[in-house]
């Protein structure tokens, strides 16, 4: 059996390490474009910001060690060419220029996501800057040693991590994005609202509901960023504005969602037999609504290789669908959301009610105690659990991994309430934070 892998980051290298092991016979081979793999792009911010020292831990595996495993590693190969019918791969080796045709029997598809590159005048100037991979996090490094003006281009997870990096860092920096606010996809409003007072205070401007029209600068390098609304002087700006998934070689060969995203069956399976897809590229169920969804995180990826392992030689395990959990520290403040949120909610067109909790999150005899708020939603028509946020001081983003089983599983507020949880003063109240809005929602 020839199995043939493209890319390995979180989904390759997790399919990678899984199928050596269960296949020993199979003859794997790995064809990637960088020289590295698996690095956690999560921890590129703490890594630009100094708070991770040695970039080697943001890495968990080497072509080495897959090598060592029996896997035949491409490293630095670029596939340009893949023939469904014929089930051949041709790829180009980046550095000797060599040219590569090979077949397989299985074919999988795990070549992730590239960041959105809008195409506005000056984008080509030097020092802006994109944010998704260990080069170009050493790029970043390397050219703030000098900025003293920093932009942000998107204020999702990565965005919102950069700019706490760099004003840690004592830049002058600005937060620029098309929406109302900050992390709309992951928080509604008054979530939103606590980190963007943080934020202001700390002197970061915060540039919302502003579409970028172009960049300007001299000698080559930008200097300013020009909105729809205004102008901001920066030496330096990063582009995050959001990843597609990275799919044009099977582009009209296996079914996909309208940006691109791979679909794949319970099995990882896509519309052709011999090909599976797992990670960044593809598109999963999605619990909440039942539906695809393109949802790229690491946590994601690393569950779809390793199923994808499983079931490359027939159908074995499935996939419990997902949703979309995660998490994020920022500065003093923790939050994590899962499912869906009433932003989301509405942008589906999707009818839904909330409950919002707001307690301190231990009691007040304690010495110390921490506002907290949790807000859950779900379906008014038959009260499952459709989703839930959380922002405090105190680390209570755990409950969020909570209400995602709750949501897998089909939960309902109403059982919420009189669910099993400890009490022990030092971690949280009597009734537990989780319980009340369950309490509260069927009152």
């Known amino acids: 059996m020839k199995i043939a892998v493209i890319g390995s980051t979180h989904a390759g290298t997790a399919a990678v390490k899984n199928m050596a092991h269960l296949y020993p016979a199979a003859e794997i081979t790995v064809y990637e474009r960088n020289d590295n793999i698996s690095f956690l792009s999560c921890g590129l911010a703490l890594y630009v910001g100094g708070v991770v020292e040695n970039p080697q831990g943001l890495f968990y595996s080497s072509p080495e060690a897959l090598q060592e495993l029996g896997v035949t590693m491409k490293m630095q190969h670029d596939v340009e060419e893949i023939d469904t019918e014929n089930q051949t791969i041709k790829a180009t080796n980046l550095v000797t220029g060599e040219n590569v045709l090979d077949s397989y029997d299985k074919l999988i598809m795990t070549t992730g996501s590239w960041p959105v590159t809008p195409n506005i005048e000056g984008i080509d100037l030097g020092n ?61 409003p008054e979530f939103t609202d606590q980190v963007e007072e943080d934020f202001r205070n700390r002197g970061i401007t915060l540039a919302m509901n502003e579409t970028v029209q172009r960049f300007e600068g001299e000698s080559g390098n930008v200097q300013r960023v020009l909105t729809n609304q205004g102008s901001y002087e920066a030496d330096l700006v990063i582009m995050c504005v959001g990843f597609r998934p990275n799919t044009g070689l099977v582009k009209g060969k296996v079914d996909m969602l309208e940006n691109g995203a791979i679909k794949v069956d319970e099995y990882m399976q896509t519309s052709d037999a011999n090909i599976y897809a797992a990670g960044d590229c593809c598109a999963v169920k999605y619990n909440p609504t039942g539906s695809h969804a393109y949802i790229p995180l690491a946590t994601n990826a690393v569950r779809m290789g390793t199923l994808v392992a499983r079931n490359v030689m027939g159908p074995t395990m499935k996939h419990v669908g997902t949703q979309g959990t995660s998490g994020l520290h920022i500065y003093d403040l923790n939050m994590a959301s899962t499912g869906l949120t009433e932003t989301s909610a509405s942008m589906m067109d999707i009818h839904v009610k909330s409950v919002t909790i707001e307690d301190s999150h231990r009691p007040d005899f304690m010495p110390t105690a921490e506002k907290a708020k949790m807000k859950v939603t779900y379906d008014p028509a038959i009260h499952r659990i459709l989703g839930a946020q959380v922002i405090s001081k105190a680390d209570l983003t755990q409950s969020i991994n909570t209400l995602s089983v709750c949501i897998q599983t089909g939960m309902t507020v109403d059982e919420l309430g009189f669910v099993d949880f400890f009490f022990q003063p030092h ?15 069927t009152q």
């Open 427 to 441: 971690f949280n109240q009597p009734w537990n934070l989780i319980n009340q809005a369950g309490l509260a929602a």
């Open 128 to 188: 802006v800057l994109l944010a998704k991979n260990y080069n170009q996090a050493n790029t970043i490094i390397d050219r703030s040693k000098d900025a003293t003006k920093v932009t942000v281009v998107g204020g999702g997870y990565i965005g919102v991590e950069l700019v706490e990096a760099f004003e840690k860092a004592g830049k002058d920096v600005t937060l620029i994005d098309g929406a109302d606010r900050i992390l709309n996809k992951y928080l509604d």
